[in-house]
């Protein structure tokens, strides 16, 4: 399963190796899950662990990035969008193009197709994500 990261998830992952954003990076490999993350996410989770988070983060930024395929972003959707969070329309655009489900901390921009999803895709907190998988009987812990 392809998965799109937002920087949100990223800097929690990183602050909490406790978490559901951690949890993510740690079941990975185990569930075959490809974790991806675009430029525009990458540049802006490497300012904010560089700016914001303390040492310690850093270095767990150090060892949860190298799991990352970086992609391009997609600037464009082919067809009608409506997502007034314009900073955020390369990330929907981009897991839109690459991934299966998009997963996210943001509800303030993600909040109103978090529900609904995206043309097909779902957009989902860690959380939520891990609940149904472990629902669907793909989550072998």
Sequence with gaps: M????????????CG????????????ALTQGWRLFIG???MREAER????????IARREWQLLRPMLAVVTDELTHPWP??????????VLFTAAAVA?????LDRADFG???????YGLPVMRPGDF??????????AL
């Design 81 to 90: 969008v409506v997502f007034p969070a314009a900073k955020d329309r390369p």
């Design 39 to 41: 430029d525009y996410v």
């Design 2 to 13: 392809r998965l799109v990261l937002d920087t949100s998830l990223v800097l929690a992952a």
């Design 48 to 55: 904010n662990v560089r700016e914001r988070l303390s040492d």
């Design 100 to 104: 299966d489900v998009l997963l996210t």
């Design 16 to 27: 909490r190796t406790a978490g559901a954003s951690h949890a993510i990076f740690d079941l």
């Design 112 to 118: 109103g197709v978090m529900a609904a999803g995206f």
């Design 130 to 139: 891990l609940r149904r998988e472990r629902a669907a009987g793909r989550l």
